[in-house]
């Protein structure tokens, strides 16, 4: 069973930064790409940056030049440091990963719990 736990999420200022972790551990075989997604209330949930084979990288436009993406392969692990935070920021941020269980097993998405990060003016 594949698990994604993430964490580093928490209440921040206007203008601040944070960084988020996500883990993905049991059985797995390699991860085709990971990436960061966000849902504020009542609204959907949306990418905000991924990375994937030979860490190239995608960022959502509201986060292009905030935000950075990596990943340590070694860890199975996300990275997301975010800076110059703005309450528009605000959602609750979730991880998630591609990969395969095994070399043969077909890929399937995963999905961590979320963590909530909030940015006050």
């Known amino acids: 069973q594949v698990q994604l736990v993430e964490s580093g999420g928490g209440l921040v200022q206007a203008g601040g930064s944070l960084r988020l972790s996500c883990a993905a551990s049991?059985?797995?075989?390699?991860?085709?790409?990971m990436a960061w997604y966000r849902q504020a209330p009542g609204k959907q949930r949306e990418l905000v940056a991924d990375i994937r084979s030979r860490d190239s990288t995608t960022y959502a436009d509201s986060v292009k030049g905030r935000f950075t993406i990596s990943r340590d392969n070694g860890k199975n692990t996300v990275y997301l440091q975010m800076n110059s935070l703005t309450p528009e920021d605000t959602a609750v941020y979730y991880c998630?990963?591609?990969?395969?269980?095994?070399?043969?097993?077909?890929?399937?998405?995963?999905w961590g719990q979320g963590t909530q990060v909030t940015v006050s003016s």
């Open positions: 049991g059985t797995i075989s390699s991860i085709s790409g």
């Open positions: 998630k990963a591609d990969l395969r269980e095994r070399s043969y097993t077909s890929l399937r998405t995963y």
